[in-house]
């Protein structure tokens, strides 16, 4: 019965693993939409906004970009491509050029709703004059290369209104070569736009839809084959994500071979180092499906840093180790070391709940991965570990560090940590740069030229941005595109003072039913017309009856039911509007991206003025940027309370204020010191910046408690400083390898711990109880 109650914690661990590993390989399922680590939005404006980051069709565009051979191949390239792209079930639109994608019955819709779409649809245009005028020009323009088009459209079609309807359509591109197709203003690049059938930030899809257009290039088979550029949301996100495995594979496998031959060395024994991973692996299983079964799946994100987050579940056996000592059981070691390992355990649990509270899914999901897999790990350490090593193990004399002539003079040094408290809030206080880094853009893998090359893309073929916008809500469609239209004149009026370059919205495709209704009204009646034109018609040679058809296409469009929304579903004209013009939160939505826009103070204030609810400006820059900065204003807040929460445990554990602060000023220090470095750097801190400084303080205070752990004599401290210097070598070991990455939050998290960690230990050193050699003193 004894050796069945001895054998249980093994027992019960082996079902937790063999659970936790079912419920990993079978029902975990690992995401990576990053809109699970995007802040909630505030206004209902900026809710709108991140909604479409999120889902949008917008945030759903591909640009691309071929070039580097002549330019008729570039042509033929292009149409090529598009039309490969387009047999693709990857992609529900794809276009090459401004009618490229239209099928016949695209521009059926827009020839047979030309006098009520055109913007040229007006009483004036129809008066003898202006038909003379239209007529004239007819004449010209069947003598240039696209004569043929205009003779076929002639009966139909004399005042061109289906070319001023397909102008609008085709934006302001910079047209070069072939009128259906895109180029850019130097004609060295022809240009595409795809519209993939998945989400922005279902990155597994993306990456599909990209490897599908670079195998389409391919396939091309022309010599010389032109070369690619790809941009756009799900571009970024993809190569972004891409280059963090790589640099994380890399990496990791770098700082595992570091930390294995590193332990080692240090206990001179495999058998410890697949015991050390025991803990490790068990925590990393735990938080997994612990994740899994909060949130339903994982992203993998979490996984990737939660994981290099409860690396400093390694520490926990490494103490174990460290402070057996020869011819001593790990279970009689452990019951020692314990009650400090177990204070050390809760106090950076505590830290890591402020996650759990952050509101965001993501980095909610992180906190429930460090906090349970710190707890499983641990339990794994006090429980199960003792039972796994063998006894053959527990008479091994691993080499010490000889620490001791570093540790005496340190504690000399007690009022160092203080003055750097001191100096560094003055630096702080005193810093004229920003303390924290407000531009997200500077967090990104993404180069500035690539950015610059979005803009460029876009700006050339027509592509919605939603960088700065207006947001129009409604309660309908017609409220919307009516609320468009009313404010169009002033835009306008605005882009010739120079406050913007230019803008767009869904009321230039899709009029408003009253807006078409007025136009009909302008429309004349067949009489009217039929007399009108003959007047137009003196003395040029067109023959009489030869616009009988047009007469009959006014007549027609005159009592005509007005074009909606609705008339435009499952064509290409469907994509420009679903991008401008949606329903979402039981209200529909219009939105005007603006372009080039010179002083976005101004127009917030001229929107102000406007004293209407239903109209927004919105810069999506500003708006993530502020709402990230009111997540770390929240996050300090919490983090705030967590600290107070810490302080009180370690008071309840060491019953001592004197120890409290002992354990409590090197992590202060160390945490001030870290600061202060990295701003002296330029480094501005950052979200990820606080996420690691999380870290230190979990690894600040396992050094603070066990440094001032009371100890029998000099053999244990010096197992004591044994452990904590094996702890925090292996520690920066591995966050120091994440210093050197190319990937902003790699880098600012390795920097961040590394240093961290090594000043935890030499200001956590500096308070040792009794160090090595000063056993009577204090």
């Given at each position: 019965m004894t050796a069945v109650r001895t054998r249980l914690p093994l027992l019960l661990w082996f079902a937790w693993v063999v659970t936790t590993v079912w419920v990993v390989l079978v029902h975990t399922r690992v995401t990576s939409e990053l809109t699970e680590f995007l802040p909630p939005g505030g206004e209902a404006a900026e809710q709108i906004l991140l909604e479409q980051v999120r889902q949008g069709v917008t945030a759903r565009i591909i640009l691309l970009a071929l070039y580097d051979v002549p330019h008729e191949a570039l042509a033929r390239a292009s149409t090529t491509l598009a039309q490969a792209l387009r047999d693709s079930d990857l992609f529900t639109q794809v276009s090459n050029g401004a009618l490229s994608s239209l099928s016949a019955r695209d521009r059926h819709l827009l020839f047979e709703y030309r006098y009520l779409l055109s913007p040229q649809s007006?009483?004036?245009?129809?008066?003898?004059?202006?038909?003379?005028?239209?007529?004239?020009?007819?004449?010209?323009?069947?003598?240039?290369?696209?004569?043929?088009?205009?003779?076929?459209?002639?009966?139909?079609?004399?005042?061109?209104?289906?070319?001023?309807?397909?102008?609008?359509?085709?934006?302001?591109?910079?047209?070069?070569?072939?009128?259906?197709?895109?180029?850019?203003?130097?004609?060295?690049?022809?240009?595409?736009?795809?519209?993939?059938?998945?989400?922005?930030?279902?990155?597994?899809?993306q990456a599909a839809a990209l490897a599908r257009i670079k195998q389409e290039v391919a396939r091309l088979g022309q010599k010389p084959s032109p070369k690619l550029l790809l941009s756009g949301p799900a571009v970024f996100a993809v190569e972004a994500r891409e280059l963090i495995r790589s640099e994380l594979a890399l990496l990791s496998t770098l700082a595992v071979a570091s930390l294995a031959l590193f332990?080692?060395?240090?206990?001179?024994?495999?058998?410890?180092?697949?015991?050390?991973?025991?803990?490790?692996?068990?925590?990393?299983?735990?938080?997994?499906?612990?994740?899994?079964?909060?949130?339903?799946?994982?992203?993998?994100?979490?996984?990737?840093?939660?994981?290099?987050?409860?690396?400093?579940?390694?520490?926990?056996?490494?103490?174990?180790?460290?402070?057996?000592?020869?011819?001593e059981s790990s279970a009689r070691a452990l019951a020692r070391i314990w009650p400090t390992l177990r204070l050390g355990v809760f106090t950076t649990v505590l830290g890591y709940t402020a996650m759990v509270l952050s509101g965001f899914r993501g980095v909610s999901q992180l906190g429930v991965f460090a906090v349970t897999g710190l707890l499983g790990a641990a339990a794994v350490t006090r429980w199960v570990l003792p039972l796994l090593v063998p006894a053959r193990a527990r008479t091994l004399h691993w080499p010490t560090l000889s620490l001791s002539g570093l540790i005496v003079p340190l504690s000399r040094w007690r009022w160092l940590p203080l003055l750097v408290i001191a100096a560094g809030m003055a630096y702080v206080a005193s810093e004229p740069r920003p303390v924290w880094e407000t531009d997200l853009a500077k967090l990104s893998p993404v180069a500035p030229e690539r950015r610059g090359l979005d803009q460029e893309l876009r700006a050339a073929t027509g592509a919605p941005d939603v960088r700065q916008l207006l947001i129009i809500t409604g309660s309908d469609v017609e409220q919307v595109?009516?609320?468009?239209?009313?404010?169009?004149?002033?835009?306008?009026?605005?882009?010739?003072?120079?406050?913007?370059?230019?803008?767009?919205?869904?009321?230039?495709?899709?009029?408003?039913?009253?807006?078409?209704?007025?136009?009909?009204?302008?429309?004349?009646?067949?009489?009217?017309?039929?007399?009108?034109?003959?007047?137009?018609?003196?003395?040029?040679?067109?023959?009489?009856?030869?616009?009988?058809?047009?007469?009959?296409?006014?007549?027609?469009?005159?009592?005509?039911?007005?074009?909606?929304?609705?008339?435009?579903?499952?064509?290409?004209?469907?994509?420009?509007?679903?991008?401008?013009?949606?329903?979402?939160?039981?209200?529909?939505?219009?939105?005007?991206?603006?372009?080039?826009?010179?002083?976005?103070?101004?127009?917030?204030?001229?929107?102000?003025?406007?004293?209407?609810?239903?109209?927004?400006?919105?810069d999506l820059k500003q708006t993530a940027n502020r709402l990230v900065n009111l997540y770390r204003d929240k996050a300090l807040l919490t983090?705030?309370?967590?600290?107070?929460?810490?302080?009180?445990?370690?008071?309840?554990?060491?019953?001592?204020?004197?120890?409290?602060?002992?354990?409590?000023?090197?992590?202060?220090?160390?945490?001030?010191?870290?600061?202060?470095?990295?701003?002296?750097?330029?480094?501005?801190?950052?979200?990820?910046?606080?996420?690691?400084?999380?870290?230190?303080?979990?690894?600040?205070?396992?050094?603070?408690?066990?440094?001032?752990?009371?100890?029998?004599?000099?053999?244990?401290?010096?197992?004591?400083?044994?452990?904590?210097?094996?702890?925090?070598?292996?520690?920066?070991?591995?966050?120091?390898?994440?210093?050197?990455?190319?990937?902003?939050?790699?880098?600012?998290?390795?920097?961040?711990?590394?240093?961290?960690?090594?000043?935890?230990?030499?200001?956590?050193?500096?308070?040792?109880r009794n160090p090595l050699g000063t056993a009577g003193s204090t």
């Amino acid at each position: 019965m004894t050796a069945v109650r001895t054998r249980l914690p093994l027992l019960l661990w082996f079902a937790w693993v063999v659970t936790t590993v079912w419920v990993v390989l079978v029902h975990t399922r690992v995401t990576s939409e990053l809109t699970e680590f995007l802040p909630p939005g505030g206004e209902a404006a900026e809710q709108i906004l991140l909604e479409q980051v999120r889902q949008g069709v917008t945030a759903r565009i591909i640009l691309l970009a071929l070039y580097d051979v002549p330019h008729e191949a570039l042509a033929r390239a292009s149409t090529t491509l598009a039309q490969a792209l387009r047999d693709s079930d990857l992609f529900t639109q794809v276009s090459n050029g401004a009618l490229s994608s239209l099928s016949a019955r695209d521009r059926h819709l827009l020839f047979e709703y030309r006098y009520l779409l055109s913007p040229q649809s007006s009483a004036s245009r129809f008066t003898s004059e202006a038909l003379h005028a239209s007529l004239q020009e007819r004449l010209q323009a069947l003598l240039s290369p696209l004569g043929v088009l205009e003779k076929r459209l002639l009966p139909r079609d004399p005042t061109g209104e289906l070319q001023n309807v397909l102008h609008i359509w085709a934006g302001t591109q910079a047209l070069v070569g072939t009128p259906e197709i895109w180029f850019s203003a130097d004609g060295s690049k022809a240009l595409l736009m795809a519209q993939t059938r998945a989400p922005a930030f279902a990155l597994d899809a993306q990456a599909a839809a990209l490897a599908r257009i670079k195998q389409e290039v391919a396939r091309l088979g022309q010599k010389p084959s032109p070369k690619l550029l790809l941009s756009g949301p799900a571009v970024f996100a993809v190569e972004a994500r891409e280059l963090i495995r790589s640099e994380l594979a890399l990496l990791s496998t770098l700082a595992v071979a570091s930390l294995a031959l590193f332990l080692l060395v240090v206990y001179r024994s495999p058998l410890l180092l697949l015991l050390i991973v025991v803990p490790l692996a068990t925590g990393i299983l735990t938080g997994v499906a612990c994740v899994r079964v909060a949130f339903g799946s994982i992203h993998g994100i979490t996984l990737a840093f939660g994981i290099t987050v409860i690396g400093v579940a390694v520490d926990y056996p490494i103490h174990l180790f460290s402070h057996t000592h020869v011819g001593e059981s790990s279970a009689r070691a452990l019951a020692r070391i314990w009650p400090t390992l177990r204070l050390g355990v809760f106090t950076t649990v505590l830290g890591y709940t402020a996650m759990v509270l952050s509101g965001f899914r993501g980095v909610s999901q992180l906190g429930v991965f460090a906090v349970t897999g710190l707890l499983g790990a641990a339990a794994v350490t006090r429980w199960v570990l003792p039972l796994l090593v063998p006894a053959r193990a527990r008479t091994l004399h691993w080499p010490t560090l000889s620490l001791s002539g570093l540790i005496v003079p340190l504690s000399r040094w007690r009022w160092l940590p203080l003055l750097v408290i001191a100096a560094g809030m003055a630096y702080v206080a005193s810093e004229p740069r920003p303390v924290w880094e407000t531009d997200l853009a500077k967090l990104s893998p993404v180069a500035p030229e690539r950015r610059g090359l979005d803009q460029e893309l876009r700006a050339a073929t027509g592509a919605p941005d939603v960088r700065q916008l207006l947001i129009i809500t409604g309660s309908d469609v017609e409220q919307v595109l009516q609320q468009s239209e009313r404010l169009a004149p002033a835009l306008r009026d605005l882009a010739g003072r120079g406050w913007l370059a230019s803008y767009d919205a869904a009321s230039h495709y899709l009029p408003s039913i009253q807006r078409q209704r007025d136009r009909q009204a302008a429309l004349p009646s067949a009489d009217v017309l039929e007399s009108r034109l003959r007047d137009a018609m003196r003395g040029l040679p067109f023959r009489q009856g030869l616009f009988t058809p047009f007469i009959a296409d006014v007549t027609a469009a005159k009592g005509a039911k007005p074009l909606t929304l609705a008339d435009f579903h499952d064509t290409a004209l469907e994509l420009r509007l679903q991008a401008l013009l949606f329903a979402q939160q039981g209200q529909w939505v219009g939105l005007i991206p603006l372009r080039g826009v010179a002083d976005g103070a101004k127009l917030r204030g001229w929107v102000a003025q406007l004293n209407d609810p239903r109209v927004s400006y919105v810069d999506l820059k500003q708006t993530a940027n502020r709402l990230v900065n009111l997540y770390r204003d929240k996050a300090l807040l919490t983090l705030t309370w967590g600290g107070g929460a810490i302080v009180f445990v370690l008071w309840l554990g060491l019953r001592s204020l004197g120890d409290v602060l002992r354990v409590l000023l090197p992590v202060a220090a160390a945490v001030t010191g870290v600061v202060t470095l990295l701003l002296a750097l330029v480094q501005p801190l950052s979200m990820f910046h606080l996420v690691a400084l999380l870290l230190v303080v979990g690894v600040g205070l396992d050094y603070g408690l066990f440094f001032n752990r009371v100890a029998g004599d000099d053999t244990e401290r010096e197992q004591t400083v044994h452990a904590l210097a094996v702890c925090g070598i292996s520690t920066a070991l591995v966050f120091g390898l994440l210093a050197f990455s190319q990937t902003p939050v790699l880098r600012a998290i390795g920097s961040t711990v590394a240093i961290g960690v090594i000043l935890c230990f030499l200001m956590a050193a500096m308070f040792a109880r009794n160090p090595l050699g000063t056993a009577g003193s204090t």
